[in-house]
């Protein structure tokens, strides 16, 4: 089994993986400059905590990711933090869902992030969790549309932490 010590390039296999059976332009993003530190102004304890998922999670009414497109899909899903896990849906064309849709907390632990906030260790949830599906061959959309759309709402929701679990 190849380990990264032994100089394996995982980023180059899967870089020629996408082009060989899904978008033949893909390239990575590459960012040379790296992103400001933005230190808590809050105690944990005080702090309002959103969630972004890259799990593929939306409610069940909501309209599906595209599973088509070798591009991907840039787009995100936004529900309520009080979501019950049992009424979202999984779809992501990157991995397997049946054992994450059997325990949504693996990818989407609201359950676990409610209860830190019962017990007092973070101030609360921000009224909005944000989902996207992680396979975005083609990041442009994601990077000029997407993602700033998001940075936008959380801005305005007061969010003062912003928690990523990719899939």
Known sequence: MSRIEDGVNFAAIER?????????????QAFD?????????????????????????????????DLDSTAGDPSYRAFPSTTSLADLVLTHSGYDTRQASADKNVVLPLDHLRALSAEGRIG??????????GYVADATPL?????????????????????????
Do not use: C
């Not at 020629?16 to 990575?28: G, N």
């Not at 997407?146 to 899939?167: E, G, N």
């Open 124 to 133: 609360g949830l921000a009224s909005t969790v944000f989902s996207f599906m």
């Open 33 to 65: 400059a790296f992103s400001p530190l933005n230190p808590l102004r809050v105690p944990l304890p005080e702090a309002r905590v959103a969630f972004v998922t890259t799990s593929g999670a939306h409610l069940a009414e909501h309209a599906p990711f």
């Open 16 to 28: 020629d993986h996408v082009r060989a059976r899904l978008y033949p332009d893909f390239e990575w």
């Open 143 to 167: 990077i000029e549309e997407s993602a700033p759309a998001v940075a936008k709402q959380l801005v305005a929701d007061r969010v003062d932490l912003v928690l990523l679990a990719p899939t």
